[in-house]
């Protein structure tokens, strides 16, 4: 069965504390893995869009990585803005619909 | 929110109403989705569209219907509305299939309670 699994649900860090998200996935075809953000009352906004294992992309104090089961969101030197709930989604095998994780809800304290 | 207007923003109803709920989108974007999201569960896709009046199910589509008359539009109905139907719902638009490289664009959402 196609999933998508994101840890922790939720993670508290010190503005400047550097972390890692982590989705992992278990579908046998990867065609791609997305990472979104989403703030409170808004919907999801694209960050990212990975291709092939050993793939990084950057964004400001975010960085994305992707191997054959899993990627990760590393988060350097944090700020309060950067609090919101970070989503990923693959494609499914069977018909190319996104299959999405439940999220990671991160919260940096000034 | 990539010229996608959702509307209502908020809406309470009764169980046992018809509930519809639009999706407006200014892109001219080929496809569009109807999502729900609900705590512990991620997105979960209830119909999508692929062109005028082409649509297809998703993963929760029961007690769903959905209508596009024109590009712009995507209309979502909920027949009978239940309790299991409270939730925040979501639109959005891709220009091309689902997954592979076509990034989705989402709205704002729109809050449904079903007392």
């Known amino acids: 069965e196609d999933q998508v699994t994101q840890s922790p649900e939720a993670l508290r860090l010190q503005e400047g504390e550097s972390s890692s998200l982590n989705c992992s996935y278990t579908v046998s075809g990867l065609r791609g893995l997305f990472w979104y953000r989403q703030d409170p009352g808004k919907g999801p906004e694209f960050l990212f869009t990975?291709?092939?294992?050993?793939e990084e992309k950057e964004k400001e104090r975010l960085k994305a990585t992707l191997t054959k089961k899993e990627s990760f969101l590393h988060i350097t030197a944090p700020k309060p803005e950067d609090s919101a709930t970070y989503l990923c989604a693959v494609p499914m095998d069977s018909n190319y619909q996104l299959i999405w994780g439940a999220g990671t809800k991160l919260i940096i304290k000034p | 929110d990539a010229g996608i207007t959702q509307s209502p923003r908020h809406k309470v109803t009764e169980t046992g109403t018809p509930v519809t709920l639009r999706c407006h989108q200014t892109?001219?974007?080929?496809?569009m989705y109807w999502y729900r999201q609900d705590p512990g569960h991620g997105l979960r896709l209830i119909h999508y569209?692929?062109?005028?009046?082409?649509?297809d199910k998703g993963e929760v589509s029961d007690g769903y219907s959905v209508s596009r008359s024109k590009t712009e539009d995507f209309l979502l109905t909920l027949e009978s509305a239940t309790s299991s139907q409270t939730s925040v719902y979501f639109c959005a638009i891709s220009p091309g299939p689902h997954g592979a490289k076509n990034i989705q664009y989402f709205g704002a959402g729109t809050r449904l309670s079903v007392l």
């Open positions: 892109e001219n974007h080929r496809y």
């Open positions: 569209s692929y062109g005028v009046k082409d649509t």
């Open positions: 990975l291709y092939s294992a050993g």
